[in-house]
């Protein structure tokens, strides 16, 4: 093979080779965008209500039956007393006095009939007589006094027994209100704190049913990015394995050393022919020489992720990695940027209408077929290899 059929064979290659890289790269970042599903331990259990606290109030104590009135008023024994005093200051001031004013007059007719001969045994008589009549007059003084007195005493007994009964009564009502506010309190602290127990229950039930809105929508979500995903990495499973065993049949063509049958030897030794640097791959002013000079020194980075990080530092020693690596990186962020942006899509437009899912399945639609539209381009590359690789077995 001359010069001329090595590099369009190494082109051919490269092509391959770089096509298969950005194609395991897009793969592993599907990878990495996959979402977990929230797993719901079963049976999902209601979220137990809030303890229920004791109310610590005590009902208050109604009032015992209101005063009753005695039928008949009993006079006091202290009422008595104060009654036989009354008697007594009466007798002092107007009974004795006259009961004395009499005696003497009493006395007087007796002395002045006992002496005398013609009425002779008459002062004895009259002075029993007399003495009789102040017996009565005492006793009917003392009982007018006595009743006069009673009346008071029981007056003043009905006015006490009236006052003590308005009194009891204005206590009696003073309680009964305070009774009906401090129960009227109580009832209205027992529902605030029902009322709270409540709400307490009502938001517990609240935060139970979003939390399962939330689940559900976030599992909805990882389903149809993860369904997303399944189907757009079947697909690049398929056209990367195809395009692998076409890689492997253009190899077995035994143009490269196997040891060098990898992206960065080839896009080197490509560069050294297409550069004049060397006019075969064998020998020793050949490819593989200068190719291994140059790992010896350092000069060449052999890792293609350690490329990635340090590309800039390739571009003077290998010049043609160099421009194969910028487009592969840009057709890398290129598809994966739009498979983010449909992933994203697709997660905005889950909800719990009808239209969203709807939404979601248009959008996933729609990446499909950008996908669908760099897998052709992948067959079609892959057709050209196994062109190639035909016209070379028919040109042997």
């Known amino acids: 093979m001359d010069k001329q059929e090595t590099l369009e064979y190494l082109e051919t290659v490269i092509k391959l080779e770089k096509e298969c890289y950005s194609l395991q790269k897009v793969m592993a970042y599907n990878e990495t965008q ?80 006992n002496t005398s001969n013609e009425h002779e045994g008459f002062g004895k008589v009259f002075l029993l007589l007399s003495f009789i009549f102040e017996l009565i007059i005492l006793s009917v003084t003392t009982i007018i006094s ?45 529902k605030e704190l029902e009322r709270r127990y409540q709400e307490r229950c009502a938001e517990i039930k609240t935060q139970h049913e979003e939390y399962l809105q939330k689940t559900n929508r976030h599992n909805l979500v990882a389903k149809n990015n993860n369904d997303a995903l399944d189907s757009l990495q079947n697909k690049l499973t398929v056209i ?53 000079l140059e790992l010896r020194l350092d000069r060449i980075i052999y890792e293609l992720d350690l490329i990635n990080v340090n590309l800039s530092q390739i571009q003077k020693n290998q010049y043609r990695l160099y421009c194969e690596m910028v487009q ?24 719990e209408l009808y239209s969203g899912v709807v939404q979601a399945g248009e959008v996933t639609q729609g ?30």
């Open 34 to 113: 996959r979402i977990e599903i929230k797993e719901l331990s079963p049976p999902l259990r209601y979220p137990d209500p809030p303890n229920r606290q004791p109310f610590q109030g005590k009902p208050p104590v109604k009032p015992s039956q209101a005063p009753q009135t005695e039928s008949v008023i009993k006079v006091s024994k202290y009422a008595w007393d104060d009654i036989f005093e009354n008697i007594k200051s009466a007798a002092a001031c107007s009974i004795l006095p006259v009961l004395a004013v009499s005696l003497c007059v009493t006395i007087a007719l007796y002395m002045k009939y």
């Open 328 to 351: 592969v990186n840009r057709n890398i962020s290129k598809l994966t940027e739009n498979i983010r942006v449909g992933l994203n899509q697709v997660a905005q437009a889950q909800g």
């Open 367 to 396: 990446l499909s077929r950008q996908v669908d539209v760099y897998v052709d381009r992948l067959e079609g590359v892959n057709r050209e290899v196994l062109d190639y690789l035909a016209k070379c077995k028919s040109s042997k």
């Open 240 to 292: 990367f394995l195809t395009m692998k065993t076409t890689l492997d049949q253009i190899y077995d063509v035994d143009v490269v050393y196997p040891k060098y049958c990898n992206l960065i030897a080839v896009a080197s030794f490509y560069e050294y022919l297409d550069s004049g640097r060397c006019d075969e791959l064998e020998g020793k002013d050949g490819a593989y020489n200068i190719f291994e």
């Open 146 to 190: 006595y009743k006069i007195e009673y009346r008071k005493a029981r007056k003043k007994a009905q006015e006490t027994a009236r006052s003590e009964k308005e009194r009891k009564k204005k206590n009696y009502d003073s309680c009964v209100r305070a009774y009906h506010i401090a129960l009227e309190n109580y009832n209205c602290d027992k």
